[in-house]
Nanobody, 125 residues
Framework: QVQLVESGGGLVHAGDSLRLSCAASGRTFSRYVMGWFRQAPGKEREFVATISWSGGGTDYADSVKGRFTISRVNAKNMVYLQMNNLNPEDTAVYYC??????????????????WGQGTQVTVSS
């Protein structure tokens, strides 16, 4: 099992940057595939980025490619989402997620086993 806590959200202007952090605790964190999802008001949960347990494989939603970067430091039990050139469409609650059972990077929320409580990102125009 693993417990996840997100931080780093806030209110920014279009064009600004933020770095979200996900602190994990529990056994065998380094073996989990990790992901970031987001949910805007009135919208379904949306895939943002994912990273393999080794950090060697990543995938991104088309809407964030070239702007967002997911990374992990297993020795610190941390996962990050660097968000550059933010725009109002990025406004959402961002969730960190962990997968053990599926075992491969995935853009489907149903493949993830554990979720954090989320951190709010608001981007003004």
């Amino acid at each position: 099992q693993v417990q996840l806590v997100e931080s780093g959200g806030g209110l920014v202007h279009a064009g600004d940057s933020l770095r979200l952090s996900c602190a994990a605790s529990g056994r065998t964190f380094s073996r989990y595939v990790m992901g970031w999802f987001r949910q805007a008001p009135g919208k379904e949960r949306e895939f943002v980025a994912t990273i393999s347990w080794s950090g060697g494989g990543t995938d991104y939603a088309d809407s964030v490619k070239g702007r967002f970067t997911i990374s992990r430091v297993n020795a610190k039990n941390m996962v990050y989402l660097q968000m550059n050139n933010l725009n109002p469409e990025d406004t959402a609650v961002y969730y960190c997620a962990a997968d053990w059972t599926y075992g491969s990077i995935s853009n489907r929320w149903s493949d993830y086993d554990y979720w954090g409580q989320g951190t709010q990102v608001t981007v003004s125009s």
